[in-house]
């Protein structure tokens, strides 16, 4: 197994996963890739958040160079290739998800975006196997598993979290967001990722800095014991429709 199998545990101690936990790296040396244990590359060109799917669902530990990549948004948002006039004039979105040029721009001008150039790779792979040190981690879950996550966040910090999306380009809310700021992050499954990724309708997706994920599971385990947890314990009171049945059955009996 890899060296995070005992992270893998304690997550899903408190949330329970239907997939694996997965740990994301950006290489700034495609050769880098070489070095990996047991990586696997695609054999064509794919959507960058084809690659979280296939460590999540199956394990594998997944590499993928900026020519790998076919998806427009996610190459420009993690720096693979520079941004340019058609996108910043809002292209991508006219038409398909605003009305306007200016809504477009709008939006275009919101999505983050990594340094131009500073990265050319990315690997992925479930938790436990991974061997290389990620930069993020990265789970699927429902609405449930992603609250806890919230609160382990929250326990020692108060306060609470901020999303922002415009739900597309989930690369740039899970990946782009989470490097730039050093914070959880919580965002939907994207178009992309629901059509290639096989995310499913009830996933959100939360991304978690790897230098504050074991405050993250602090978190949990002491709201844990203080007695909100996953799953949800449901409050459970006598069935009055077998009570009322029983009594019937009682003066049958007698009778």
Known sequence: MGNYEGLDNQLNKYLRLATFPIGMKLLENSEDLNAIKYLKKPEHKIALCQIFSYARYYGWTMGCTK?????????????????NKLFEEGAFFIGRYNETKEAAKKTSSTMPQL?????????????????????????????????????GYLWKRG????????????????????????????????????????????????SIPFGIVEEIIEGMEKTHKAGTRYPIPYQISTPEFFLKLKKQMGRIKKN
């Open 67 to 83: 020519e790998d990549n076919l998806c427009p948004l996610a190459e420009i948002s993690i720096g693979f290739e520079k941004s």
């Open 115 to 151: 340094k131009y150039g500073q990265y050319s790779a990315i690997v992925s792979g479930a938790l436990s196997r991974i061997d290389f040190k990620p930069d993020l981690i990265l789970i699927w879950g429902n609405s449930s598993q992603i609250m806890r996550l919230i609160q």
């Open 159 to 206: 306060g609470r979290i901020s999303m922002s999306t415009f739900c597309d380009g989930v690369c740039a809310d899970t990946i782009s967001n989470a490097m730039l700021t050093g914070e959880l992050q919580v965002a939907f499954p994207c178009l992309g990722d629901r059509r290639f990724g096989l995310a499913m309708d009830s996933d959100l997706i939360a």
